[in-house]
């Protein structure tokens, strides 16, 4: 009687380059993704002078994720599947490549800048901190937007929710006290 092998036997049979061949892979895409990483890193100053971070930091995405996928479905063979509706297509990517893609997305997603950001001023001079913030405000105009906040005791005044879009804008920052003056401006 001839025995059939079953799924998981074929399945161990079809791999390419076997268990310890994707292991090897995948090691070897990890100290390649800490290479570029170090790299990135070594050359920081640079990459940013030139605006290419965000390139570097995609390629280093991608040799992670194939490197991931390398382990999690030859090694550990396991299996993924992304499906999902974008631009009105249906997208549905199995095995290895679903892995990568979502390391690649999630990697992506992660860099997006904040919606909002908080603008903090903290007010120094030779009094006490506490004696600084009483009776006293700061204007600020960003955009359209105008606030006048008070100092609190630690002489912080604190504007929250600001646009994202605004970060790059020039402001103007005004004192307004019952007690103090400025004496210096420092414009950077």
């Known amino acids: 009687m001839k025995m059939t092998p079953s799924i998981r036997e074929r399945y161990r ?5 076997g268990k310890r061949g994707y292991v090897i892979l995948s090691v070897g895409g990890l100290c390649l993704g800490l290479l570029v990483g170090w790299y990135l890193f070594a050359h920081l100053s640079s990459m940013i002078s030139t605006n290419n971070v965000d390139r570097a930091y995609y390629i280093l995405l991608i040799v992670l994720g194939l490197s991931t996928a390398a382990f999690l479905f030859g090694a550990l063979r396991s299996t993924a599947i992304v499906s999902g509706r974008s631009l009105g297509l249906a997208v549905n990517v199995g095995g290895p490549a679903a892995g990568t893609l979502l390391v690649v997305v999630r990697g992506f997603w992660l860099t997006q800048p904040p919606t909002t950001f908080d603008l903090d001023v903290r007010l120094i001079g030779a009094g006490v901190t506490s004696e600084i913030g009483t009776g006293t405000w700061v204007l600020v105009d960003l955009g359209s937007r105008h606030e006048r906040v008070p100092v609190n005791a630690f002489g912080d005044a604190v504007i929250r929710g ?3 879009d605004l ?12 007690r103090f003056i400025v004496s210096d401006v420092v414009s950077k």
């Open 162 to 164: 600001i646009a994202g």
């Open 167 to 178: 970060r790059a804008s020039p402001l103007r920052i005004t004192l307004e006290s019952e």
């Open 13 to 17: 049979r079809s791999a390419a380059i």
